[in-house]
């Protein structure tokens, strides 16, 4: 495996070292980052084919029933 070294400023340093444990690198740690970001990537565009208007309509409806009830 090849090392570079790299600097990064006294503030990310302290920041990756608060996730570092002793099973883990920081190239696990900052590794682990990017496995979270593809992870929420995944999640892009799952909402593009609902019907908003239909979505509102039916929370003015469960707004307006919850709001009877409280009277």
Do not use: P, V
Request: charged fraction near 35%; glycine fraction near 2%.
């Amino acid at each position: 495996m090849t090392s570079i070294n790299i600097s990064i400023k006294k503030e990310a340093y302290d920041f990756l070292k608060n996730f570092k444990t002793s099973d883990k690198s920081f190239s696990d740690i900052i590794l682990s980052f990017k496995k979270e970001q593809d992870n929420i990537m995944r999640f892009f565009g799952i909402l593009k084919e609902l019907d908003w208007l239909d979505k509102e309509r039916n929370m003015k409806i469960l707004r307006g029933s919850f709001s009877k009830r409280l009277k």
